[in-house]
T-cell receptor, first 114, second 109 residues
């Protein structure tokens, strides 16, 4: 299994631009998570999907952030418009069980907004 | 919000020594997990210990859990340079996995 796949690995964009991050979970996993990691705030859960349905989006910082999971093998996290404070590493993770169990992380997308 | 607080924040040891990291948390948990993160990489799940377990082993890893003190420890025996990474505890609280602040471990050859 290839593991969780994320793209792009690095993204540099200017303030105000739209950013789309992509994730392919491990085949057969029914839970998908988007996290953001910064030095100041550590690892924060943004949104959690179960069976393609958003269950908990309380971690999404504001309306500029949106996430979709159109099918079991693909999810996107979109930031529009982007701001410098959105600079962080964004991780996607998947799990074959409920969210309280072991999660498998992708390599992350390092986003820099200038 | 972060529930787990790791201690120490940073730890430097020589290859062959043991490394002990501690995690304290605030609320009741279903399970506690430890993850490793190498620089620039995603987190890797190491071990899960349930709330009714007190100790668990996996290779050179030993995890203990004391629910009365709301604390856990991760022991890495006979450390190797390749163990250099950040280590995070994560607690399953009401079905939500919350990660701690991490311990940065440096193992010198």
């Amino acid at each position: 299994d290839a593991g969780v796949i994320q793209s792009p690995r690095h993204e540099v964009t200017e303030m105000g631009q739209e950013v789309t991050l992509r994730c392919k979970p491990i085949s057969g996993h029914n839970s998908l998570f988007w996290y953001r990691q910064t030095m100041m705030r550590g690892l924060e859960l943004l949104i959690y999907f179960n069976n393609n349905v958003p269950i908990d989006d309380s971690g999404m910082p504001e309306d500029r952030f949106s996430a979709k999971m159109p099918n079991a093998s693909f999810s996107t996290l979109k930031i529009q418009p982007s701001e410098p404070r959105d600079s962080a590493v964004y991780f996607c993770a998947s799990s074959g069980r409920d969210r309280g169990y072991e999660q498998y992380f992708g390599p992350g997308t390092r986003l820099t907004v200038t | 919000s972060q529930q787990g607080e790791e201690d120490p924040q940073a730890l430097s040891i020589q290859e062959g020594e043991n490394a002990t990291m501690n995690c304290s948390y605030k609320t009741s948990i279903n399970n506690l997990q430890w993850y490793r993160q190498n620089s620039g990489r995603g987190l890797v799940h190491l071990i899960l210990i349930r709330s009714n377990e007190r100790e668990k082993h996996s290779g050179r890893l030993r995890v203990t859990l004391d629910t009365s003190k709301k604390s856990s420890s991760l022991l890495i025996t006979a450390s190797r340079a390749a163990d250099t990474a950040s280590y995070f505890c994560a607690t399953d609280t009401f079905g939500e996995l919350i990660f701690g602040t991490g311990t940065r471990l440096q193992v010198f050859p």
